[in-house]
């Protein structure tokens, strides 16, 4: 059985983990390149894209895939949706492994937007220091901003930033001492994040919740209608184990 993970995420390292050296199973983890160093999971690599629906579907085909496992970012929506097409095309049965969303708690003061831009224009009134933690690869939705931000990514910026940006590379999981520390050092009034869920980079959260710092939240974009999710890579190898 031969088993394509779209990955690149803690959880498809995981899952990839789970699944190589079962008996019978063979996994392709695919990367999609935009991270110099990843971090490499176990089984079969490819990095780069498909060439869209139709270029996935192809090599579905090509490489004789039982199955496909969406494990990408919960922001990827993208390759989900060519995913979802893909499978569909070759007749693959697909599945979603989603990273439960963050959930506010009392004293959290968030403000949901539906997006980047939406993000960008909700930080007047709410302070001049922004602590930006969505990635590098939408920073040009805050270019024209005039607050000044500590921009937190894996790798550089290859895109406009802000006129006043500190940036700060870095790759989680951080701890929430860490994040103390970061937000208190560089003096922060408003945190930018997207609900990627998960533990690793959640502490921010805790951290602005004690100093009672408003955090702009970016909803995360729906998964495609039809396709099966689970929370978990258990979740996720069981599935397997059922085709």
């Excluded at 000044?148 to 870095?170: G, K, Y």
């Amino acid at each position: 059985m031969h088993v394509l993970i779209l990955g690149g995420t803690t959880e498809a390292r995981a899952l990839a983990g789970l699944l190589h050296g079962e008996t019978g199973v063979r996994v392709t983890s695919s990367l999609a390149g935009r991270v110099a160093s990843p971090r490499l999971p176990a089984g079969e690599v490819r990095i780069g894209g498909f060439g869209g629906v139709e270029g996935l579907a192809a090599w579905l085909r090509e490489h004789a895939v039982d199955a496909v496992i969406d494990a990408t970012h919960p922001f990827a929506e993208r390759i989900s949706f060519n995913a979802a097409g893909a499978a569909a095309t070759a007749h693959v049965p697909l599945l979603a492994l989603r990273r439960p969303g963050w959930v506010p708690v009392d004293g959290d003061d968030w403000h949901p937007v539906a997006s980047l831009e939406e993000a960008a224009g909700a930080l007047d009134g709410l302070g001049d220091r922004v602590f930006l933690t969505t990635g590098r690869m939408g920073l040009a939705a805050f270019a024209d901003c005039p607050q000044w931000f500590l921009v937190r990514s894996v790798d550089a910026p290859d895109t406009p930033v802000p006129a006043r940006t500190e940036l700060l590379l870095d790759r989680g999981p951080f701890t929430l001492a860490g994040e103390r520390e970061l937000l208190a050092r560089h003096r922060i009034d408003v945190v930018v994040t997207k609900d990627s869920g998960g533990a690793a980079t959640s502490p921010k959260l805790t951290a602005a919740r004690e100093a009672g710092l408003p955090v702009v939240v970016v909803r995360r974009p729906p998964v495609p209608e039809g396709v099966p999710t689970a929370a978990t890579p258990e979740e996720a190898a069981a599935w397997v184990a059922t085709r």
